[in-house]
């Protein structure tokens, strides 16, 4: 897999940066992708280099799709192909499921436009050199709330459900030469999601995940990292798939056992 070149939109941070220095660890190319987190893009650009592989920051946001071509373009011109795009850039706001009045038009059409019509616009932009190519791979992060229902906010699942119906459409239209597939973690420990749910909060969330959970574990990006990996590099006749990484979280909680 040396050589080969994957551009990682959400890069800088949780699942995107650890995607990044695991595919880098294999001697890829990687483009980091960000919004507005230039330091942390910085930061895994150099893990990356640290690691084996080669990396450049672009600032682009992916609800433009100006921005989506240009992120394309800037891995053509530096490298002369697209083999990957990992769609990890993602937007929620936290609130109460049960107050309705809580989630406004605006919150829809936000997590809309960054969870469903950036990733669909990124895979519009690298299919092109990809099927002059002959072959590449889309992984788009979606998320347990997509198939559950229960997540940070119902715009937030709504999303993410239709990001992993996207994946079923993509995968029909971008054959034989495009595999797409999604992930759908289940509870992830992230820096964002500490900052989002306050330390307590979060702490109680995580061990009630780990206690129910029939694997018992709370997951972390590196777990899903290696998944995205493995759907990238190992898994050459599998698309259209929604891959769920939840600890066995969709099969219910875990049965009581005597010790």
């Known amino acids: 897999m040396e050589g080969k070149v994957a551009i ?14 695991r595919l880098a660890a294999g001697g890829w190319r990687i483009v980091v ?6 330091t942390e893009a910085e ?20 609800v433009v ?18 083999d990957a795009l990992v769609n990890c850039a993602g937007l929620t706001r936290f609130v109460d499921a049960a107050d309705l009045d809580a989630v406004t038009a605006e919150d829809f059409q936000s997590m809309t ?4 019509v950036g990733p669909f616009q990124m895979a519009r932009a690298v ?7 002959g072959r590449g791979t889309v992984v788009n992060v979606s998320s347990m709330g997509g198939v559950t229902g229960q997540a940070s906010s119902p ?25 797409v597939n999604c992930i759908c973690p289940g509870l992830v420990d992230t820096r964002w999601n500490r900052a989002q749910l306050g330390d307590a909060r979060y702490e109680a969330v ?29 898994a050459e006749w599998v698309t259209g798939e929604i891959v769920m990484v939840d600890s066995g979280q969709h099969l219910g909680m875990a049965p009581l056992k005597a010790h």
């Open 65 to 82: 799709d100006a921005d989506c071509r240009r992120l394309a373009a800037a891995a053509l011109e530096r490298w002369g192909r697209v």
């Open 127 to 133: 299919a092109p050199a990809m099927r002059r190519a």
């Open 206 to 234: 995580r061990a009630r995940y780990a206690e129910t959970t029939p694997l018992r574990h709370t997951l972390t990006a590196d777990d899903i990292a290696d998944a995205a990996v493995w759907l990238i590099q190992g």
């Open 155 to 179: 715009a937030y699942s709504a999303s993410k459900g239709a990001l992993n119906t996207l994946t079923l459409t993509l995968a029909l239209a971008l054959a034989p030469e495009i595999r």
């Open 8 to 21: 990682i939109s959400g890069g800088g941070t949780g699942i995107g940066a650890a995607t990044a220095r």
């Open 113 to 116: 436009a960054v969870n469903v």
């Open 33 to 38: 992708n960000y919004r507005a987190s230039r």
């Open 43 to 62: 930061e895994t650009a150099t893990a990356c280099r640290a690691a084996g592989g080669d990396a450049v920051t672009i600032q682009a946001d992916v």
